[in-house]
């Protein structure tokens, strides 16, 4: 596997490539990752990782291949094509030393990670397979980062190239499929492999862990969880809670937008920053919250599906998402029938929808009950592990292979 994106990273991309690769080892195989420096989401390196240039480590069966590259703190499209040429630029310079594997599977947007698997699996001459977790042409194109149409265009030319000469193409929601064909690859080769619910559902009660984090009983919470960057457009959020001081509003996690939001929400005593809690604690800080809240930008459709949505429906709390109705996010939530959605960066629209499900406690909990409900029918580890399996397998030749 090629994944920029690995553990001790708990958010995005990286429990997704891990679980993958942790499963492979699991069922006998000699699996190698070739990943990046921990940053992610704070966009800053893992301390642990100060100083290393490579390293290779081996957790849990899996044999981790590390290369060093470049963190840029801010985003810029600039600084963003310096990243991915660091990690393309080490990654082929120094490929894993390893035996001939039997295929190798890329996780993109990144598209170093797609080049370099691209280029690994020819070398080796064994079936290529990239995963499109999500496409940063488009993104990049509706980012709002400077330089982000220029950076667009390079982008979709890097992505068509990393993707036309895969055996089999994997897309995690069929919101992709259409832009996945527009870069040039067959329809037919293009197969859905959704994400899973990557974390477990909460341990402990609501009002132990309600209690512990000083919320209220009676105050209506409302939390986002993981990324704060800029495609998120998390200033919705620090706006709501100004307009509504019984609102709790938590913004969980990090990101390279964190201290621009904390230094525009300064003096809103209703906006709180939670430092990222571990794999252990997590599902029980989502379950103790009102509503969890997913947003993005106006200017983003995004076809992607954060991961933060699988955990957000594991948790059984009701969703508000203040994102395009057309996009993958949106989709996701009306199949699940587990959230509402509002437009995009309209807080009123937000808070009304938030005031609605604390005036009513059970149509909340109705609400939030379908989530592990849709979990259980359709995210289960068990079942995207098992996709993954067959897309291998089919690239392969057949099952068992």
Known sequence: MVSTNYAPEHAGIGPYATQIAEHWASRGHETHVLAGMPHYPSWSLDPAYAGVWRRTEERNGVVVHRRRHTVPPRQTALRRATFEASVLAHGLLAPPAMARPHAVLAQMPSLAGGIIGARLAARWRVPYVPVVQDL??????????RGGDRAAALAARAESHALRGARLVGVIHETFVDKVAALGVDPGRIRLVPNWSHVSGPSASRAATRERLGWGEDETVVLHSGNMGLKQGLEVLVEAARRDPKTRIVLLGDGNQRAHLAELGAGIANLHFMEPVGDDEFPDVLAAADVLAVTQRAS???????????????????????????????????????GVLVPPEDPDALLAQVRRLGDDPGAAAELGAQGPRHVEAHLTR????????????????????
């Open 382 to 401: 068990a079942a995207g592990l098992a996709r993954i399996d067959a897309l291998i397998d089919e690239a392969l030749g057949g099952p068992g292979t």
């Open 300 to 338: 983003v459709l995004d076809m992607s599906v954060p991961s933060k949505l699988t955990s957000y429906f594991a948790a059984g709390r009701p969703v508000v998402a203040s994102v395009a109705a057309e996009g993958g996010t949106a989709l996701e939530v009306l199949r699940s029938g587990a």
């Open 136 to 145: 940063m042409g488009a993104a990049a194109a509706q980012s709002g980062i």
